[in-house]
């Protein structure tokens, strides 16, 4: 049964650069779409994008200028790195696979989540 | 960006009443609308992909319905570890988004 586990630094000031790591443990890397989403009480769910096992990248147009999401197929891991941020970026973030079900797509598996604070 | 409204944001409901959420979209999204369910300190739970197909293992006391801009979740017999947050989300193009949730509380 696969697992994603997340972590990351909880707590940043103003101006620093946000990295989550979610690692995805039980199942094959390939043939899934790798997503990063975050939730806060003022804009909701939020997806940020995803990435698939050769690299592939797809964003959020209002977040591109700010994040890249990488992957690391020999450790299974994938990566959300998002610059500048503000207090607007406090939020849970959650890694997430992205599968597709004949021609539909959903996130069918999350990670547990990281809270993540700006605050000077 | 596409445009998922829910409605309505809260309800209560007893055990074993049948339950309804709508979701509707701002532009036609034919039958890409998957719905969630969140519950306290606990990450989204995929339950419905494609606006009707139920996930393997979802009990089937869910189902959806469909298409274009408007949709429905519905829970038949609601069941008292079905409270918690439900969540519409448009998988028809990038990016894609949420609904802003329904609370559905058991009375």
């Known amino acids: 049964q696969v697992q994603l586990q997340q972590w990351g630094a909880g707590l940043l000031k103003p101006s620093e650069t946000l990295s989550l790591t979610c690692a995805v443990d039980g199942d094959s890397f390939s043939n899934y779409y790798w997503s990063w989403v975050r939730q806060s009480p003022e804009k909701g769910l939020e997806w940020f994008g995803e990435i698939t096992h050769s690299g592939y990248t797809t964003y959020n147009p209002s977040l591109k200028s700010r994040v890249t999401i990488s992957v690391d197929t020999s450790k299974n891991q994938f990566f959300l790195k998002m610059t500048s941020v503000t207090a607007a970026d406090t939020a849970l973030y959650y890694c997430?696979?992205?599968?597709?079900?004949?021609?539909?797509?959903?996130?069918?598996?999350w990670g547990q989540g990281t809270p993540v604070t700006v605050s000077s | 960006d596409i445009q998922m409204t829910q409605f309505p944001s809260s309800l209560s409901a007893s055990v074993g009443d049948r339950v309804t959420i709508t979701c509707r979209a701002s532009q036609s999204i034919s039958h890409y609308l998957n719905w969630y369910q969140q519950q306290p300190g606990k990450a989204p739970k995929l339950l419905i992909y494609a606006a009707s197909s139920l996930l393997s293992g979802v009990p089937s006391r869910f189902s959806g319905s469909g298409s274009g801009t408007d949709f429905t979740l519905t829970i038949s017999s609601l069941q008292p570890e079905d409270f918690g947050t439900y969540y519409c989300q448009q998988s028809y193009i990038t990016p894609y988004t949420f609904g802003q949730g329904t609370k559905l509380e058991i009375k």
């Open positions: 997430a696979r992205g599968r597709r079900f004949d021609y539909y797509y959903g996130m069918d598996v």
